[in-house]
């Protein structure tokens, strides 16, 4: 591929979507913004320029709905602008978050290779436990979130551990699905083959259904760890937490700090991004040492 | 034991599958007795149960009539004892082992040593003329090459019974003849016993001191062509001499009579 095609072909349309969601995103907020700076000025007796409307608009201390730049503003200050031990610093409240997201994300990930791997070899586990986990998903995570950081909290579990779990219970299951179908992915001829060595079912696992399962895990874990981000943030809502991303978004609205709340949300966008990618880098590392072929992009 | 020669002896065997359409009747009336150090060809139109056949040789299918015995014993404890190697009609080359790797695979399995491993990958890879290969990956190589190596990795278990289904099938004419050479010389040289199935009639004849003629609808064998060709290594071109034609003819003929009564 060259430059100028990848460049027409994907710098292009990325940063006019970008600056179209930009310039929707500035006529959002002063149409959200605009009547209270109207009604602030006729309290205050004052009358405004239409432009001056605008300006104030996208300038407001709490405003129902920030201006990028404002937003930008704010990640800048609570990143570069505090000492990361800060209790403001958004990087502070990121890596707390970050801790619990991959604690339970590496304990969801060996669940649900360990059940996957208990379901593809017992018949009895397949049936009874199938459908328990599928069951375990459709519990809304909102509400055993409290429930369950209240029950640990109250046996002595506190910290980071709970919120992990939340993770790990959001996590596990993309892991589980992947891997019961990775594990059964091997082709009828290689397993044959496998029969005619006289393998036995340890050497099948190992030579032959953990390797062909490696693609599948990879797609389970990039799921696997956006969805315990997502679950170390829910685990700290619940528990007027003091750290971390949860807690950020939950003081914010407390106090009707509109831009905290889209500033950490725009950071936890961007771990969930940034983790994605980790797990996509490793995949690639890994395939290419289990000697895929090098996948030939479409242009 | 009444100590027969035979590595296979097969009584009115028969096999039905079970299928969603009702049963289908795969093998029937089956009777074949294989010595040691024969080359044996099935040879038939597509779906008269050559695969399935060899399949139940290899205790990868379970019959539902008749007898079998491989080695004077059934063919699980065959299959236990790993007293053959099986060669696919795909290479079924693991895409992840390098083709060494693969060619260990069973020996992985075998539990032999590293050493004793790579000995055996060395000599049966310069077997199949793949010396050099040895940490391609199978992506990296052509059908034939592929074919040949899943011919290494089968050789290497050292089987003195080698089952092999079309393995030259999706060849072209040139690496078939080459292949088909290189089998001879190499089941002369190590007078394994070698069953074989093929769709092609000078295949068949070239390679073959026993060719079986099936037919299909139910499987079964329609006629046992005994060669008259001498054993042992035989050139290419002894397919233009007279000996080989009659005998093709023969083949053929039992494939023309064993067809025309669906048509
Ligand atoms: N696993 C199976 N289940 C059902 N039918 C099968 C199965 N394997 C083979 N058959 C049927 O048995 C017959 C013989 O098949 P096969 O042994 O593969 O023939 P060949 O190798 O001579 O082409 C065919 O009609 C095929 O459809
Ligand atoms: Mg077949």
Redo the contacts between chains.
């Keep these: 591929m060259t430059k100028p095609t990848f460049f027409r072909h994907s710098v292009v349309p990325v940063l006019t979507v970008i600056a179209a969601i930009i310039a929707l995103w500035y006529v959002a907020a002063l149409f959200m913004n605009h009547s209270m700076v109207v009604a602030d000025a006729q309290l205050k007796g004052l009358a405004f320029t239409p432009s001056a409307t605008w300006y104030r608009s996208w300038a407001l201390d709490k405003p129902l709905l920030p201006a990028p730049h404002q937003v930008v503003a704010e990640l800048w200050r609570s990143t570069a602008g505090l000492s990361v031990t800060s209790k403001r610093s958004l990087v502070y409240h990121g890596w707390v978050t970050l801790s619990a997201t991959l604690l339970g994300f590496l304990l969801g990930t060996l669940l649900g290779i360990f059940l996957a791997i208990g379901i593809v070899h017992q018949k009895v586990m397949d049936k009874s436990l199938m459908p328990w986990i599928i069951a375990s998903q459709t519990v809304p995570i909102l509400a055993v979130a409290p429930m369950l950081i209240v029950v640990l909290n109250a046996i002595g579990i506190s910290g980071l551990l709970p919120k992990a779990l939340i993770s790990t219970y959001l996590s596990f299951f993309p892991v589980v699905v992947g891997m019961v179908k990775g594990l059964r992915s091997p082709?009828a001829?290689?397993l044959?083959?496998?029969?005619?060595?006289?393998?036995d079912d340890f050497?099948v696992f190992t030579?032959?259904r953990w390797?062909a399962s490696?693609p599948f895990l990879f797609a389970s874990l990039k799921v696997g760890i956006a969805i315990s981000l997502i679950g170390a943030i829910v685990g700290e809502l619940p528990t007027g937490a003091v750290a971390g991303l949860g807690a950020r978004l939950l003081s914010g609205s407390y106090y009707g700090q509109t831009i905290q709340i889209w500033a950490a949300l725009f950071a936890a966008a961007f771990l969930a991004g940034m983790l994605v990618l980790v797990v996509g880098w490793s995949e690639r590392i890994v395939m290419r040492l289990?000697?895929?072929?090098p996948e030939r992009r479409a242009a | 034991m009444p100590a027969s020669m035979d590595v296979i002896d097969i009584e009115a065997l028969s096999l039905t599958f079970e299928t969603g359409d009702g049963p289908v009747q795969a093998l029937s009336g089956i009777d074949l007795k294989i010595a040691k150090g024969d080359f044996v060809s099935f040879i038939g139109p597509s779906g008269c149960g050559k695969t399935t056949l060899l399949r139940v040789i290899?205790?990868?299918e379970q019959p539902t009539g008749g007898s079998i015995s491989v080695n004077g014993t059934t063919p699980e404890l065959a299959?236990?004892?790993?007293a053959?190697?099986?060669v696919?009609q795909?290479p079924?080359l693991?895409?992840?082992?390098?083709i060494a790797r693969n060619v260990a695979?069973?020996l992985?399995?075998?539990g032999l040593t590293r050493a004793q491993q790579e000995e055996r990958i060395a000599r049966n890879l310069a077997l199949v003329n793949l010396t050099g290969f040895e940490k391609k990956?199978p992506?990296q190589l052509s059908g034939g090459m592929q074919q040949r190596a899943s011919i290494a990795r089968a050789l290497a278990?050292e089987p003195d019974l080698l089952l092999m289904d079309e393995p030259f099938g999706a060849l072209d004419e040139i690496v078939r003849d080459h292949l088909n050479e290189q089998l001879l010389q190499l089941w002369a040289k190590t007078k394994k016993t070698v069953v074989f199935v093929t769709h092609s009639i000078p295949e068949a004849v070239y390679l073959s001191t026993k060719i079986v003629v099936m037919s299909p609808r139910p499987g079964r064998i329609h006629d046992i062509v005994e060669s008259d060709l001498p054993r042992g290594p035989r050139p290419l071109d002894i397919r233009e001499t007279p000996e080989f034609l009659k005998l093709a003819q023969r083949v053929r003929d039992g494939l023309r009579a064993g067809h025309s009564y669906d048509d």
Excluded: C, S
Excluded at chain 2, 79 to 82: A, E, F, I, P, V
């Design positions: 082709e001829i290689h044959d083959l496998m029969r005619t060595y006289n393998a050497q030579k032959l390797p490696v289990m000697g895929a072929r | 290899a205790d990868l299959r236990l004892d790993r053959y190697g099986y696919f795909a079924a693991y895409p992840w082992r390098t695979l069973p992985e399995i075998m990956y992506w278990v």
